[in-house]
Every structure is written in C-alpha cells, then in structure tokens.
T-cell receptor, first 110, second 116 residues
Framework: TQLLEQSPQFLSIQEGENLTVYCNSS?????LQWYRQEPGEGPVLLVT?????EVKKLKRLTFQFGDARKDSSLHITAAQPGDTGLYLC??????????FGQGTTLQVKP | NAGVMQNPRHLVRRRGQEARLRCSPM?????VYWYRQLPEEGLKFMVY????????ESGMPKERFSAEFPKEGPSILRIQQVVRGDSAAYFC??????????????FGEGSRLTVL
C-alpha cells in the first residue's frame, strides 16, 4: 500500500517567517502534486513534479521532488496571511488513482 | 468553461436514509474520482470511474456505498442506510485522459453530508 506522510500536521507562524512542509513515502511515485485547500472549498492544484531532483518555483513557493521520487518538500518564503490553508501532497501511483497525505494546516498570523 | 460541479453542497439525512451525491466533471473530462474528507484531514480515495466503467473501487466500503458514471449525465455516489460515521465532505474530481497518470485533478467544491 502506498502511503504519504506529511509533516508537520499543524503550523502556526507569524507573517514574514519562512517554513517548510515535508511529504515522505517509502514508495516511488511517478509524480507528486501539491494542492492547497481553503475552508469550504475543494483542493486546488499548485504544482506537479515529475523528475527526480526537480525544483519548481511559484512566486514565494518552492517545490522539490526527491532524487528517488519518494519524497517532496514545499518551502514558503516570507509567509503571508493569504497563505493560510490546508496544504496537501498527493502521489500518482501506477494504478491511476491519486493518494493524498493527511495534510498540513498552516496558519499565518498578521 | 465550467469547473467540476457537485450537488448538493450540503445534505442532511437521518440514520437509515439514502444519500445521493452528484458530480458533473469538467467539459471534456472522462475520468472521475470520488474522495472523502473528515475535518482537518487529507482526502481518502474512494473510487475511480471512467464513462460506464468502474476502474478502481478499492477505497469504497463494500456495503451501502455504490458509484456510477453513466454514458449520459453526472456521476453519482450513493450511500444507502446512512450512519453517523458517514458524515463527511465528499469531493469529486475529474481529469483528462492524458493528465490521468500525472495526478492533475480538478476538484469540485464538495458535498457535505451530515447524518443526524
């Protein structure tokens, strides 16, 4: 069974601080995605990483896929209150279904 | 281009009743996924369907739950004889054939089921 473990589960920081969220697995994934979900809404795709070692940047967000394609990280620089939300990593296995981590709830206080 | 449409957004049922949740995928998307989410948790995979076919239902309870995606019309997730433990948000997502293996899904806003 493919599992994704996210850490930390909860994170509360002040505006302007940096943070990193981790997503780990013992399984290899063909790709990993990061989604962001706000209360009362569905998840929205932020990025897809496919190649081992790949780094993608989206404004203040930096995503990295591990060399072995088993883990990923999300780094946010100078967090803003608007970054508050639930961040979910998800892995696409070889069965066509997407498996999600348990999520990291981020709160950025002004 | 309308996104993934789910209805109802909120549904209240008493124990023993049936719940039917509908999902219309994005235009041109032939793959539909249903996920269940409890508060402040990740999404648990339930079932993956293509038109008229169930591809993977490994996450769906064997009893009381069923899903379909007919040739015409929306996908339906049906829960019979609901119990309190079925209370959750149920999300539908869709993708195109070429994005299926990269996990790039588009999600609806969810249907929140409350069982009294």
């Amino acid at each position: 069974t493919q599992l994704l473990e996210q850490s930390p589960q909860f994170l509360s920081i002040q505006e302007g601080e940096n943070l990193t969220v981790y997503c780990n697995s013992s399984s290899v994934f063909s790709s990993l995605q990061w989604y962001r979900q706000e209360p009362g809404e569905g998840p929205v795709l932020l990025v897809t990483v496919v190649t081992g070692g790949e780094v993608k940047k989206l404004k203040r967000l930096t995503f990295q896929f591990g060399d072995a394609r088993k883990d990923s990280s999300l780094h946010i620089t100078a967090a803003q209150p608007g970054d508050t939300g639930l961040y979910l990593c998800a892995g696409s296995g070889n069965t066509g279904k997407l498996i999600f981590g348990q999520g990291t709830t981020l709160q950025v206080k002004p | 281009n309308a996104g993934v449409m789910q209805n109802p957004r909120h549904l209240v049922r008493r124990r023993g009743q049936e719940a039917r949740l509908r999902c219309s995928p994005m235009k041109g998307h032939s793959h539909v996924y249903w996920y269940r989410q409890l508060p402040e948790e990740g999404l648990k995979f339930m079932v993956y369907l293509q038109k008229e076919n169930i591809i993977d239902e490994s996450g769906m309870p064997k009893e009381r739950f069923s899903a379909e995606f007919p040739k015409e019309g929306p996908s339906i997730l049906r829960i019979q004889q609901v119990v309190r433990g079925d209370s959750a948000a149920y999300f539908c997502a869709s993708s195109t054939r070429d994005k299926m293996n990269t996990g790039e899904l588009f999600f609806g806003e969810g249907s929140r089921l409350t069982v009294l």
